[in-house]
């Protein structure tokens, strides 16, 4: 877990807020990904970057923004929170020859 | 577009029993499958994979999981399972043209002395 690192580990905001979740990485790896979990729904993709100048959508982009700063570094905005955005967000790293994706530990996020 | 089931939402096992978690998965062309635990506060960590090759695959912590192509499945297993072993276990899968894992639901297995 120590080669991916996210910020804030727990976050309490209100309703209407603008939040920013950070990660960072040493890995090298060039793909990240933001995913968030919620009880039953399993991993959900958010957005992903294969590279600095990439950014995707994923499953459930709406209402999220990403910035990707450097290779090391992928940034997940929420622009106007809403309590349904309540979840545990995880950043993760892909390694491009073994295929495997590599977790953080998770950001907390509650919405009031 | 690949999908993952995962038809246990919990597992129940002896410690020293064996172990099944189960997973079924749809993809365009090969899959690229994939185990992962969560431990409670943690995130999650890689188990094994499946790319290519042997269809029996084995990973971390005693862990194995068989590829089978014609029922389209990739379970998980442990012939004696532990204590330790309770955790929240992930299936996902990804097809080859390098697109991000798509997960399961998870399955919560407790292992219980």
């Known amino acids: 877990d120590a080669d991916v690192t996210q910020t804030p580990r727990n976050r309490i905001t209100k309703t209407g807020k603008r939040i920013m979740l950070e990660c960072s990485q040493t890995?090298?790896?060039?793909?990240m990904y933001w995913y968030r979990q919620d009880p039953g729904l399993g991993l959900r993709l958010i957005y992903y970057s294969f590279d600095v100048k990439d950014i995707n959508k994923g499953e459930i982009s709406d209402g999220y923004s990403v910035s990707r700063q450097a290779q090391a570094k992928f940034s997940l905005s929420l622009e106007s929170a809403i309590p349904n955005q309540t979840a545990l967000y995880f950043c993760?790293?892909?390694?491009?020859?073994?295929?495997?994706?590599?977790f953080g530990p998770g950001t907390r996020l509650t919405v009031t | 577009a690949q999908s993952v089931a995962q038809p246990e939402d919990q597992v129940n096992v002896a410690e020293g029993n064996p172990l099944t978690v189960k997973c079924t998965y749809s993809?365009?062309?090969?899959?690229?499958l994939f185990w992962y635990v969560q431990y409670p506060n943690r995130g999650l960590q890689f188990l094994l994979k499946y790319i290519t090759g042997d269809n029996l695959v084995k990973g971390s912590y005693g862990f194995e999981a068989e590829f089978n192509k014609s029922q389209t499945s990739f379970h998980l297993k442990k012939p004696s399972a532990l204590v330790s072993d309770s955790a929240l276990y992930f299936c996902a899968v990804r097809d080859p043209r390098n697109t991000p894992l798509v997960f399961g639901k998870g399955t919560r297995l407790s292992v219980i002395a």
């Open positions: 890995k090298g790896h060039d793909r």
């Open positions: 993809v365009s062309g090969n899959p690229y």
């Open positions: 993760a790293t892909g390694d491009s020859i073994s295929y495997e994706q590599y």
